[in-house]
């Protein structure tokens, strides 16, 4: 069963634009992680943001956390034709160490 | 340093035989997961290898096994191969507690 939801199902934009994409679970969690897969290789790990905190930057990726709401939304600044890809998120619920993945959020950014 | 590793990179197999897959984590990780992908189900967790032990297991059938060796190089197994096992397979290492993973390129496997 899959844990974490993103929304929307895909995004197309314009390069320079913003991207926002959104995660919710449904249980308590240790942490949250965000990934990149571009065109069905391996995922990169772009971002872990733990249950104690309520955001985290890095680069033009800023991520918030909202335990109360079992969300989380990951935001894509002044956006790129590479940074065209999935974008995953990954949850540990509380207790467990088994990671459980959302369906991913398909980007597309014009050039 | 060199990322994680996965070969073969393709693979067509037939109904009813096995396959084996193989991982080869970052140096000096100890935890090698293997995941399925496929565009139905999504990203599954299949198993987690931790200093030779399994440590966490996903829901699947016993067709689907694992081990790890003593450098931590891990294999994936399957069984009786069916068409829905058709997916890309992805190997991913980190250095203990299942927290930032590094994952291969995956090995993408066709049954026919």
């Known amino acids: 069963s899959q844990q974490g939801e993103e929304d929307p199902q895909a995004l197309s934009i314009q390069e320079g634009e913003n991207a926002t994409m959104n995660c919710s679970y449904k249980t308590s969690i240790n942490n949250l992680q965000w990934y990149r897969q571009n065109s069905g290789r391996g995922l990169v790990h772009l971002i872990l943001i733990r249950s104690n905190e309520r955001e985290k930057h890095s680069g033009r990726l800023r991520v918030t956390l909202d335990t109360s709401k079992k969300s989380s939304s990951l935001l894509i600044t002044a956006s790129r034709a590479a940074d065209t890809a999935s974008y995953f998120c990954?949850?540990?619920?509380?207790?467990?160490?088994?990671?459980?993945f959302g369906r991913g959020t398909s980007l597309i950014v014009h050039p | 340093k060199a990322g994680v590793t996965q070969t073969p990179r393709y693979l067509i197999k037939t109904r009813g035989q096995q396959v084996t897959l193989s991982c080869s984590p970052i140096?000096?990780?100890?935890?090698v997961s293997w995941y399925q992908q496929t565009p139905g189900q999504g990203l599954q967790f299949l198993f987690e290898y931790f200093s030779e032990t399994q440590r966490n297991k996903g829901n699947f059938p016993g067709r689907f096994s694992g081990r790890q060796f003593s450098n931590s190089r891990s294999e994936m197994n399957v069984s009786t191969l069916e068409l829905g096992d058709s997916a890309l397979y992805l190997c991913?290492?980190?250095?203990?507690?299942?927290?930032?993973?590094?994952f291969g390129p995956g090995t993408r496997l066709t049954v026919l």
């Open positions: 990954a949850t540990e619920e509380g207790g467990s160490y088994i990671p459980t």
């Open positions: 140096s000096g990780h100890r935890s």
């Open positions: 991913a290492s980190s250095l203990g507690a299942l927290g930032e993973q590094f």
